[in-house]
C-alpha cells in the first residue's frame, strides 16, 4: 500500500480494516447517520473511536502504539530503586564486607611488608638502567629525536619543502626545550649542592632512596614487575546479551526456535542491562518469545550452562513469575557455588541464638547469607540419599542448640551418629531404629503431645496483655515458670516412623499435630526423609509445615511434596540440582519467594565444638535437662502398655457399648495427665493399634435425654483385645 507521500507503507491497513469490520464493511458504516447520533448527544458507541467518529480504530495502528513518555499514573506504578543497596542495608552482609575487605588489605600489607628487602635489592639493580632510561628519553625529548622519521622520509622523497618544514619546527623545538632545560638543570644542580654541604644525613638518605626507588621503577622491564602477586584474581569473562541470546538458541525450546526463525534476534529479550551482582557474578533478566516460559529453561539448565561454556555450578536460572511466567533471572556466577569454599558460619566460634529471630543457615548462589527463623514453623528437609539432609537437619538443630533457653529432641534413625554432636545438649537423644529405640521415641513424643496439650492450656489462660495474639512469645519463653521455652524436635529419615507397623499410626498422629498446633505453642518439628512420598511423610504433615527445604530430588512429585504443591509448575524446581551440588537446595518458607541456599558446611568436629558452647551456656543458665543432664526414660512403660486396662475400667461391668465422648470423658477422669483433651481421632488412632474400631453405638444423650446412634466402644473389643495380649504376652514369656 502506498501513503499520501507515495512511500510504501508495510502494513495493509485497509485490509485490516475491512477484516474488522467483515467483507463490505465500508459500505455498512453510515458516518452522516453517526454524525447525527453524534450531534443529538446520543451514547457514544462502543466501537467509536477516541475522537467521537463511529467505526473501529484499528489498535496495531502506529499512533495507538505510541505509549506516553510520561505518564503520572505511570510514574506511581514505577519500581523505586532502594535508596542505600541491598548489602548495606544488612548489617551482617555490610560488616562482613567491611571485615572482607580489612582482611584482603591486611593481607596485601602483610604479603608486600614481608618481600620488602627483595623489593629494595631489585630496585638497587634496577636503578642504574632506570637512570639510563631517563638520561636517554630526556635527550631524545631534547633533540626532537620522535620526529627523526618524518624528516629523514622527506629526505628520501625529495620533499625539499616539507624537509624544511620539519626542520624549522625541530629547531623550533631543540631551542625551546633547550631553554627549559637550563633551569631543570640548574635546579638539579643547586638540590645535589645542598644535598652534598647542608641537609642533614636522613634527608640525604631519604634523597637517595628516593631517586634509587624511581629509577629503579623506570628501569623495570615491562615483563617482570616490581611486586609479587599478593592476590591472584580469577575474573570471570562478562556475560554478554549475544552470548545469552545464542546460549538459550541452542536448548531447543520450540518457542526461542520459532521466534529466531522469525527473524528475532534476540535484541529485544532484555528489559534491563545485565548487571554485575554483589561482586558474585553477572545478572541477566531475560523476557522470553512469547509463549515461552522460563521453566522451560530452569529444567535445562546442563544444557544452558553448556552453551555459556561455564561450569554448571555457575549457572543458575530462575523463573520471575511475579512479573509474568515468561521472565527469566539468569544469574552466572563467577565461581562454580558447588566447589566454592564454603563461608564459616558466623556463629562458629562465638555468639547465641534467640528462636524468635533469625540466624544464619547458608549463602544464595550471589554469596549473601540466608536466614533462617525457626520459631512459629515446623520445617521438613528431603532430597534423594546423600545430598546433605542430615547435615543440614544438624545445622538446624546446632542453631537451636545455641538458645540456651531450648529443649532439644533429636532422633537419629539412620543410626549413624550424625546427630551424636548433638546429645551433650539435647533433653531426648535417640540414634538407632530398633524396637527399643522406637519405644524410646514414642515415649518422648507422647511427652511432647502431653506438653502441647499443658502449653495450649497455659496460653489460653494468660491474660490478653501479656499474650496478646495467643502463642508464645520471646518474653513469655523467658518466663521460667511459665515453661514455654522453645522445644526443637529434629527427626532424621522420619519415613521409619510413619512406617511403623505398630505405632506408624500413633506417630503420623502425634506429628500431625505439632505440625499445626505445636508453632503457635513454641514447639518446633524438622523432619528429614529421603523418601519424600505421601507413605514417608503424611501429607497432613507435608501440607502443614511452613519451612521447606529441598535438595536434589528426582521428580516433580517428591518437589511438591517437600516444597509444596504447585511449586514444580510455578518453575522451583529442585529437580535441576546436579549430584555434585552437595547441600544445595531450594529453602521455602522463608521470605516471600523460595530461594536458592547452599547450608553452611558444619563438620562432625566442628559440630562438636559449637555444642561445647552451646552446653555452656545452657549450664550458665541453668538449662540442662533430660538426656543432657543424665536422666534416662523408662522404656517398659511403653510395653505396658495402659489403655485397654484402662478402657477396661471406665467401660465397667454393666455396658455392652459406650459412646467415644463417653469413655473419653471417663479416660481423663481416670488419669488426667494421660487423657485430658485426647480427641475421638486419637482415640481411634490408639486402638487400631490394638485391631479394634470403633462401631455405630445406640446410647442416650445425658444432656437431652434423647437417644442417638454415635460412634462408641464395645466392651467385648477390648475384653477380646486383652486376652490376646495376655496370650501373646504370656507365650513370648514361656518361650
Ligand atoms: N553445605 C554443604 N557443603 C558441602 N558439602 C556438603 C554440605 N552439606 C553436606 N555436604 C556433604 O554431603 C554429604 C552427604 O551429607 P548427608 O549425610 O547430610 O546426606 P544425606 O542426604 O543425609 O544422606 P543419606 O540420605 O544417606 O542420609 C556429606 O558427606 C557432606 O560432606
Redesign the pocket.
Known sequence: MTNENGDRDPIDWERYEEEIGGPGAADVVDLDKARQRRDHGDQVDADAGPDGSAGPVLVDSVAAQRRPRFTLSGLRDAKRRPIVPGWLRSRAEATGNALWALELAGHTLAYHGIRMPKYAAKVTWRAPRGAVRLVVTYVRWWFDREGEVFRQASAREEDADLYLKLARQRDRRVRWRGIVTVPVALAVFLALVWLATAASTPTVWAALAALIVACGVVGTPADKPLLDTAVVRTDAAPLTSAEVVRALSTLRIVGIDRAIRAGDTGKRWFPAPIQRDNGAGWRAEVELPRGVTATEVVEKREELASALARPLGCVWPEANTDVHPGRLVLFVADRDMSRAK?VPWPLLKTGLVDLFKSFPFGTDPRGRMVPLTLMFASMIIG?I???????TLRLALLGAALDPRAWLYAFDL?GTG?LAPLEPVCHRYRAGDDDEDIEYAIIAMREVRAELRRRTKVIRELPRDLCPENKVTPELADRKTLGLHPVVIGVD?CQVWFEHPKYGDEFEEICTDLVKRGPAAGIVLILAT?RPDAKSLPTGISANAVLRFCLKVMGHTENDMVLGTSMHKTGIRATMFSRRD??IGYLAGEGDDPQIA????IDGPTADAIVTRARAARERAGNLTGHAAGHTVDTVAVRRDTLLDDLAVVLGTGEAKVWTETVLERLAGLRPDAYAGMTRDQLTAALKVHGIKTKQVWGTDPTTGEGANRRGIDRADITAAITKRDREQGGRAAS
Open positions: 564454603p532430597s540419599p546423600r545430598m546433605g539432609k542430615t547435615f539412620k550424625d529419615e529421603q552437595k547441600g547452599r547450608t553452611a558446611y
